[in-house]
């Protein structure tokens, strides 16, 4: 079975200052890991995604997440925040072995701090 | 890249009528639909998933007879909210996938239950 849990339902920095948030996911089977935003009262953008290439990806507007087997976490962090990235962040576990199903994690709203 | 839209982005309806909510795949044909349900604050929730000429698989708990979901085409399809009560409000997504691994979201439909 597959899962994806978000370890905080809100995060708090000030503009300037590192993000992290955090995802672990369990899955029977090799996943896809992706991570969105959403920006209030919007639809899902897309920020990257992890399919079995490199480890560390790379995203939009300075995002960047690892995925780490041994600790099954895809964790997205951002080196500087800014108030623009103030929204509902998504991490996503999907898989098509066994059938195509996507996993949405509760979602972690981030506020940033001027 | 792929685009999903949704139409319209928003509307407001009086308890007891139905309403339509378009979906559609605008550059590419997709084989299978989802409709996707979020309530304020939280996470989405998959409602159903329909391919192409065929019924939707409803998800545990949602009402087939209550949210017909028509997937007609390869580029369209359509939820249709009968007989509306405010409990109904809420924000729907759809999602498309071609026949790649990749699944594409819509901006979304805010929907208000009068």
């Known amino acids: 079975a597959q899962s994806v849990t978000q370890l905080d339902s809100h995060v708090s920095v000030s503009e300037g200052t590192p993000v992290l948030l955090r995802c672990n996911y369990s899955?029977?089977?090799?996943?896809?890991l992706f991570w969105y935003v959403q920006h209030p009262n919007k639809g899902l953008q897309l920020l990257l995604k992890?399919?079995?290439?490199?480890?560390l990806v790379k995203g939009i507007n300075g995002f960047e997440a690892e995925f780490k087997k041994s600790e099954t976490s895809f964790h997205l962090t951002k080196p500087s925040a800014h108030m623009s990235d103030a929204a509902e962040y998504f991490c996503v576990v999907r898989t098509n072995t066994g059938g195509f199903k996507t996993i949405f994690g509760a979602g972690t709203r981030l506020f940033v701090k001027a | 890249g792929a685009v999903v839209s949704q139409h319209p982005s928003w509307v407001i309806c009086k308890s007891g009528t139905s309403v339509k909510i378009e979906c559609r795949s605008l550059d590419f044909q997709a084989t299978t639909m989802f409709w996707y349900r979020q309530f304020p604050k939280q996470s989405l929730m998959l409602m159903a998933t329909?391919?192409?000429?065929?019924?939707?698989?409803?998800e545990q708990g949602v009402e087939k007879d209550k949210f017909l979901i028509n997937h007609a085409s390869l580029t369209l399809s359509t939820l249709t909210v009968t007989s509306a009560h405010p409990e109904d409000s809420s924000f729907y997504i759809c999602?498309?996938?071609?026949?790649?691994?990749?699944?594409?979201f819509g901006p979304g439909t805010r929907l208000t239950v009068t």
């Open positions: 992890y399919t079995s290439a490199a480890t």
């Open positions: 999602s498309a996938r071609a026949d790649s691994y990749e699944q594409y």
């Open positions: 899955s029977s089977y090799s996943p896809s």
């Open positions: 329909s391919n192409e000429g065929s019924k939707a698989t409803y």
